[in-house]
Nanobody, 123 residues
Framework: QVQLVESGGGLVQAGGSLRLSCVVS????????LGWFRQAPGKEREFVAD???????YYVDFVKGRCTISRDNAKNTVYLQMNSLTPEDTAVYYC?????????????????WGQGTQVTVSS
């Protein structure tokens, strides 16, 4: 059974950076599409970035140029490097996985989710 554990969240000042990590248990990490989503208080969960099993990446417009998703198949870990953070980035960030189908931006397509890590950006 696949399990995901996120880490790396915290409190940071506007303009700062954080790197989120998500360790994925299981033997087929390299065949998974891996995504990052976020959910702010009172808002719906929204897609942030995806790293497909084939190596493709995709970002939502509001993080393009500020965030980088990467994966280390040897460590079963996917990362989200976030730079130039603003208070609007404050949210719980979730890692998600699904057997590889290509770039996947819809939350319902992901089969397994982590517990989330809180990111708070102060002004």
């Amino acid at each position: 059974q696949v399990q995901l554990v996120e880490s790396g969240g915290g409190l940071v000042q506007a303009g700062g950076s954080l790197r989120l990590s998500c360790v994925v248990s299981g033997r087929t990490f390299s065949s998974y599409d891996l995504g990052w989503f976020r959910q702010a208080p009172g808002k719906e969960r929204e897609f942030v970035a995806d790293s497909s099993w084939s190596g493709s990446t995709y970002y939502v417009d509001f993080v393009k140029g500020r965030c980088t998703i990467s994966r280390d198949n040897a460590k079963n870990t996917v990362y989200l490097q976030m730079n130039s953070l603003t208070p609007e980035d404050t949210a719980v960030y979730y890692c998600a996985a699904t057997p590889g189908v290509g770039v996947t931006t819809e939350a319902y397509r992901y089969t397994t989710w982590g517990q989330g890590t809180q990111v708070t950006v102060s002004s």
